[in-house]
């Protein structure tokens, strides 16, 4: 793991950035410390359970190898769907562009294959604006598989066929773009946030004279600065304890 640290603010100075956190936009700056800590893996599991994990590993591999840039069916559950950025960094000036949105499902087909972790899809903003899908819609279609650092991604859908809609509310292109006009730049990205319908991850492009960079940040859409302060997980919370407590009852 990385430790980002910043001399200037060290001494409670500003950034000459701008910027009011510490993360990889502050790559290239004489201010910025980047301290690479490793740690030593151990397996904490017998060696029967060890030897099941590396079979399942071999075998997504496998899977992966033959699926992978092929045009396939799916069908799924939504999990998630929210707005999906872009970000333009040219010198001084930076420009949030809305590129689409993120699909997430954890529960699917992937051709004849039962789905039953994480798996991703884009969609366009015509798609999205047209189809209105939300959580627990269930849908077919045919997309494209590919592995973006190691999430099973379809990078494009079309033929799009709805099968059930929940009900639920949605996102257009009207409500994305107020909440991009509003959105918080995140210093890091909690495991919370990546999985929270208002957190949003954009890739960010810093166009320098020699090649560009390509790194990734993300977003709060409810303007939260950090985990801590988010009412919207502290609401989540307390539905889940007020469930727990029916249970109970």
């Not at 893996?41 to 699926?67: C, K, L, S, Y």
């Not at 999430?151 to 009207?174: D, K, P, Y």
């Not at 107020?178 to 918080?184: C, D, G, I, M, W």
């Not at 939260?224 to 727990?244: I, N, S, W």
Request: glycine fraction near 6%; proline fraction near 3%.
């Amino acid at each position: 793991m990385f430790k980002w640290t910043c001399a200037l603010k060290n001494k409670g100075k500003t950034c000459i950035r701008k910027f009011n956190h510490i993360g990889r936009l502050c790559e290239g700056c004489s201010h910025f410390l980047d301290e690479k800590i490793h740690y030593q893996p151990r397996i904490v599991i017998d060696n029967a359970a060890f030897e099941r994990f590396q079979q399942e590993i071999e075998e997504f591999d496998e899977w992966v190898a033959e699926h992978r840039e092929r045009d396939l069916d799916i069908w799924c559950r939504v999990r998630l769907i929210k707005p999906r950025f872009r970000k333009i960094i040219y010198g001084a000036k930076a420009q949030l562009r809305l590129e689409g949105y993120l699909l997430v499902s954890k529960e699917g087909f992937i051709g004849l294959t039962p789905f039953d972790d994480y798996f991703y899809a884009y969609l366009t903003p015509q798609q999205q604006d047209r189809l209105r899908i939300s959580a627990n819609d269930t849908f077919d279609a045919r997309g494209r598989m590919k592995l973006d650092r190691g999430r099973v991604l379809f990078s494009a859908l079309w033929a799009i066929q709805i099968q059930e809609r929940s009900g639920g509310i949605t996102w257009n292109n009207s409500r994305a773009l107020v909440a991009k006009n509003s959105a918080v730049e995140l210093s890091d990205q909690p495991e919370s946030c990546l999985h929270c319908p208002y957190g949003a991850l954009a890739d960010v492009v810093i166009q320098e004279k020699q090649q560009n960079k390509l790194v990734r940040t993300l977003y709060c859409l409810e303007g939260y600065p950090t985990p801590e302060v988010c009412g919207f997980q502290a609401m989540e919370m307390l539905d889940r304890c007020h469930k727990k407590q029916q249970k109970m009852e």
